[in-house]
Antibody
Framework: EVQLVESGGGLVQPGRSLKLSCLAS????????MNWIRQAPGKGLEWVAS????????YYADTVKGRFTISRDNAKNTLYLQMTSLRSEDTALYYC?????WGQGVMVTVSS | DIQMTQSPSFLSATVGDRVTINCKAS??????LNWYQQKLGEAPKRLIY???SLQTGIPSRFSGSGSGTDYTLTISSLQPEDVATYFC?????????FGSGTKLEIK
């Protein structure tokens, strides 16, 4: 069974940093590109970042470019999202996703 | 970026009804359109990929169709367990973009 389990969320002050993790199981993680997608409270889904299977290709939404870094460790079956200079508008439920499978999400709240 | 316009936003139907949900893209997305179901508190679940391919394990009452800019998810006979929010996702080009979602309830 494919599982994607996010962790690392929480309450953080504006301007601070947070690192999300996503532990994958049930499939060969190193074969698939992965994504972070978020949903702010009461808002629609927003793609955040993508990374190819070998980390050769990385893409970011303009809203997070220069502040967020997506990475992966294929030996640990884990996807990461390093978030810096966090803003209130980054408050959202963050999903780790292959297109076929999504995690349940982890909440990030940016507030003083 | 490709904009996805999904309709309706809310849908109330009776068990056994045929239900359709639509997504319109701002440009041709070459059938690279997926449909997802999200129940309260659960991870989104892919129902249909690339317009009309049924995900393994998904009941055959779910189907997808479309081409170019216009796509449809159909539930042939609505069941109580289909209460959920449904959304589309395009993965043809540029950033992944999503429909705004359709909340489906049973009358």
């Amino acid at each position: 069974e494919v599982q994607l389990v996010e962790s690392g969320g929480g309450l953080v002050q504006p301007g601070r940093s947070l690192k999300l993790s996503c532990l994958a199981s049930g499939f060969t993680f190193s074969n698939y590109g992965m994504n972070w997608i978020r949903q702010a409270p009461g808002k629609g889904l927003e793609w955040v970042a993508s990374i190819s299977s070998s980390s050769s290709y990385i893409y970011y939404a303009d809203t997070v470019k220069g502040r967020f870094t997506i990475s992966r460790d294929n030996a640990k079956n884990t996807l990461y999202l390093q978030m810096t200079s966090l803003r209130s508008e980054d408050t959202a439920l963050y999903y780790c996703a292959r297109l076929a499978y999504w995690g349940q999400g982890v909440m990030v709240t940016v507030s003083s | 970026d490709i904009q996805m316009t999904q309709s309706p936003s809310f849908l109330s139907a009776t068990v056994g009804d045929r239900v359709t949900i639509n997504c319109k893209a701002s440009q041709n997305i070459n059938k690279y359109l997926n449909w997802y179901q999200q129940k309260l508190g659960e991870a989104p679940k892919r129902l249909i990929y690339n317009t009309n391919s049924l995900q393994t394990g998904i009941p055959s009452r779910f189907s997808g169709s479309g081409s170019g800019t216009d796509y449809t998810l159909t539930i042939s006979s609505l069941q109580p367990e289909d209460v959920a929010t449904y959304f589309c996702l395009q993965h043809n080009s540029g950033p992944l973009t999503f429909g705004s979602g359709t909340k489906l309830e049973i009358k």
